[in-house]
Each structure stands twice: as structure tokens, then as C-alpha cells.
């Protein structure tokens, strides 16, 4: 019998997390609070990797570089550049380098995400309105 990996074992610590728990008991008998910020991002790593996916921490403060962007969208940092120019991601400049704002960063993530999994919905009942599945 295999061991669980970590895509097993994250929908459980999912269950447990959404419930919003206040305190934390850890397996000395101690009690954990923590930050409500730190819950939701665990949240949102435990969702990745229940999907498969690889989570990327972001440390930073309230502004990345084209070069962190990218890396949280999983882009090239010429393309990050494309969306600051085209004003799909709003940034500023810092000298000759641009900042992208991290709640403006993750709030285009989330819309893009949102739009690729309506697609493929679409998609999928497409596929099933033609027959694909039976």
C-alpha cells in the first residue's frame, strides 16, 4: 500500500481550514492563532495542491517587480510588460523600473483564472452537447 502524498492529504487540511478555525492545537498540547491573512493564503496552497498544481510563496511587500509578477502568473517578464502597457495591469514606475501593486497582482490572477475555468466548462459541456463523452 502506497503512503498518501501531499495531493491526498491536502483536501482534508482543506475541509478543516475553511471552517475558519480560531486556534490551532498542535500535537504538544499547545494552542496556535493565527492571522487571518495566514489562514487564506494556506487555503489557497492547499487548493493548488489538491489540483495538482505547484503553490509559490510571494514574500513582499506591497509591491513586486515585472520579474515577481511574472513568476506568480507563471509568465515571461516581457509578457507582464505587455499587460502593464496594454493597461491590463495597472503598475508605477520606480526610477526606470515598474512596480506592480501585489492586490493588483493577484486580483488579475483570480480573473484570469475565473476566465480560463469558464472555458473550459464551456468547453467541457460543448464536448458533451456533441457526444464526446459517451
Known amino acids: 500500500m502506497r503512503g498518501l502524498d501531499d495531493r491526498d492529504l491536502a483536501p482534508n487540511a482543506l475541509v478543516a481550514l475553511r471552517r475558519r478555525p480560531k486556534r490551532f492545537t498542535l500535537p504538544n498540547g499547545a494552542t496556535l492563532q493565527l492571522p487571518k491573512t495566514t489562514v487564506d493564503g494556506l487555503i489557497e496552497m492547499l487548493e493548488a495542491v489538491a489540483e ?58 483570480a480573473d484570469m483564472v475565473a476566465e480560463r475555468r469558464a472555458v473550459l466548462d464551456q468547453m467541457s459541456r460543448d464536448a458533451d452537447k456533441l457526444g464526446f463523452y459517451e
Not at 55 to 66: M, Y
Open 52 to 109: 495538482g498544481d505547484t503553490a509559490t510563496v510571494v514574500r513582499t511587500p506591497r509591491e513586486v517587480s515585472t520579474q515577481q509578477a511574472a513568476t506568480v502568473l507563471n509568465v515571461s517578464r516581457p509578457t507582464v510588460v505587455k499587460l502593464i502597457d496594454d493597461g491590463v495591469l495597472p503598475s508605477r514606475k520606480v526610477g526606470s523600473h515598474r512596480r506592480v501593486t501585489l492586490t493588483d497582482l493577484l486580483a488579475y490572477r
